[in-house]
């Protein structure tokens, strides 16, 4: 289990996440959601490390996070960036095959295995037939695949996104929702920063509610999701309806 | 055999084509015969063609490799298209060491100029990261940065060269970088370190691939990013210095060998290093070759023949990446 222990990061000099403690449950989709600039993305730069926590630890399956090895942490535990770099002139499957990295020796190239495991990343994902293109002459959607496929193909029990459905049109939003709910029947546990509430409820089994660097709720949708919280965190007056096709919490601004 | 071998092997084959001709040109042409038969069992032309031009040949090649290489490491890790060592101030650094030494001891063993110059080298680059350090630079400003240090460096050395006098062709090698009087005795120095430095920078090409993702994207990845940036840096600053403590500073050939070979091969490093290696060795050794032929016995600087391409190639960056 991924467990984040009275967490505390600060940033430029003032304290950005205040005393954290939150548990991922494993085999779930957990949506972490909260007004702009609560310590979302703070908070998954924490776990992957690129952030120093100031005081509390990130543990997974008991293990303290940074007591391993980059490479180790890599196989574990994989994380996409809100807006990670489109390199310029490199392919899909170029990209695709970077999700390998922790799993390579210094000097050698990619495995059988490791080729098999971008196969599957880029059929898993329908991108077989764009291989060979170049990563930045694709569409948004398709970009946002790829990089999809690239975190697939470095198969890891824990997934990361960070708002990875920002700068999609809503077909591909809901695509990648989807792909998102493929992922976690494969096993995966994954953890979504997500803007769009109704979305967060639809597809997500736990929410993670966050307001100024502090935790405020954590739980199903069913049980926490309701009009004061939106008060509460968003200052949104709303009503709850129930999603007659998902038979999830939806909210309506009023 | 794919597209980019092809283009590897055609620069090579070029390379060597340029080295004979170079072999072959000069103040006193010689038949391609007289070279061949010379390179192998010496003979009467053995001093033209083994003592003075080979070397200096050897020494293009090596130097445009280092400076290039030096420059894809830069442009990789500052994510910068218009860094350099050249325009970063190492090269200046490392000169004015270099120059300092041999002015003040003109006997010192070629073996010291190597660490001597790195000593500039790195002191140059710690003045600049300590200048930008409190917030991130824009590329343009970091060029800037660069190119002012630069010239307080080069004006040191002009100083340096006013109070001791020397000959007009030696004060150029530290003056613009020029490749005159450099032989053998300059190129041993020079080979342990590329021997190490150039295949260590191959190693990181993978993980320099992945560092194009973004810093955060490759720490995800499982890349030691902070281990990476040190060894990356460390490596150009070394390459960069050791060249310049050898012939000057011959500029813009870290700039302009990565774009092209970027242009030519993509943003791969594995092929982005052979191929600006390539064209770094080629561009310092026509550039030599020129400078020998162009009115010989005379000679010009081979640093001004790169600047020439050069200059106005960084003007071109600077109007295309304005926006930065």
């Known amino acids: ?254 | 055999m794919t597209r980019h071998t092809q283009l590897l092997l055609s620069g090579f084959s070029l390379l060597i084509l340029l080295a004979l001709l170079s072999l072959i040109m000069g103040a006193e042409p010689l038949p391609i015969k007289t070279v061949l038969q010379t390179l192998i069992e010496g003979g009467e032309e053995d001093f033209i063609v083994n003592q003075y031009r080979l070397p200096r040949i050897l020494i293009a090649i090596l130097v445009g490799m280092g400076l290039a290489i030096s420059g894809v490491l830069t442009q990789g890790i500052i994510r910068n298209p218009l860094a350099s060592p050249d325009l970063m101030g190492v090269s200046a650094g490392a000169g004015l060491a270099a120059c300092s030494l041999l002015l003040i001891w003109p006997d010192i063993s070629h073996l010291w100029l190597p660490p001597v110059a790195l000593l500039g080298g790195f002191s140059a680059a710690l003045i600049i990261y300590l200048l930008n350090r409190w917030h991130n630079p824009s590329p343009a400003r970091l060029a800037l940065v660069g190119i002012a240090i630069s010239a307080f460096l080069s004006s040191c050395i002009n100083f340096l060269l006013v109070l001791h006098p020397i000959e007009v062709n030696s004060a150029m090698i530290w003056l613009t970088g020029s490749l005159w009087g450099r032989n053998w005795d300059h190129l041993w120095p020079l080979l342990p370190w590329l021997i190490t430095l150039v295949p260590f920078s191959f190693y990181l090409a993978w993980s320099l691939d992945l560092f194009a993702l973004g810093e955060e994207t490759a720490g995800a990845l499982g890349v030691n990013t902070q281990g990476l940036q040190t060894a990356a840096l460390l490596s150009a600053l070394a390459l960069a210095s050791v060249s310049v403590a050898v012939c000057g500073s011959i500029g813009f050939v870290g700039l302009l060998a990565p774009h092209l070979a970027r242009l030519l091969v993509g943003s791969r490093h594995k092929l982005v290093l052979p191929c600006a290696a390539l064209v770094g060795a080629l561009l310092v050794l026509s550039a030599d070759t020129l400078a020998r032929n162009l009115a010989p016995p005379l000679e010009l600087p081979a640093g001004l023949l790169t600047a020439i391409l050069g200059a106005p190639y960084f003007l071109f960056l600077l109007h295309r990446y304005k926006g930065y």
């Open chain 1, 1 to 254: 289990m991924l467990s984040i222990e009275n967490l505390s990061v600060d940033y430029a000099g003032s304290s950005v996440l205040r005393d954290l403690s939150i548990s991922i449950p494993q085999g779930k989709i957990t949506a972490l959601i909260g007004p702009n600039g609560c310590g979302k993305s703070t908070l998954l730069k924490a776990i992957s490390g690129s952030l120093k926590a100031a005081t509390g630890k990130v543990s997974l399956g008991g293990q303290d996070l940074t007591q391993l090895s980059h490479k180790k942490r890599a196989r574990r535990l994989s994380i996409l960036p809100q807006s990670p770099i489109t390199p310029e002139g490199i392919s899909v499957r170029q990209l695709v095959s970077f999700g390998r990295n922790p799993y390579l020796s210094p000097w050698g190239g990619l495995s059988p295995d490791d080729l098999q495991k971008v196969h599957m990343a880029l059929a898993d994902t329908g991108l077989t037939d764009l291989a060979e293109r170049r990563v930045d002459s694709l569409s948004g959607g398709q970009r946002q695949r790829a990089w999809i496929a690239m975190i697939l193909a470095q198969d890891t029990e824990y997934i990361l996104l960070d708002e990875p459905t920002t700068y999609l049109d809503l077909t591909h939003q809901i695509e990648l929702m989807e792909m998102i709910q493929k992922m976690n029947k494969s096993g995966k546990t994954l953890v979504v920063v997500l803007h769009d509430l109704n979305q967060a409820c639809r597809y997500c089994d736990h929410l993670i509610v966050m307001k100024k660097g502090q935790l405020v709720a954590q739980d199903s949708p069913h049980k926490i999701f309701n009009s004061t919280l939106l008060k509460q965190v968003f200052a949104l007056n709303a009503i709850i309806i129930n999603d007659p096709v998902a038979n999830k919490p939806m909210c309506i601004p009023l």
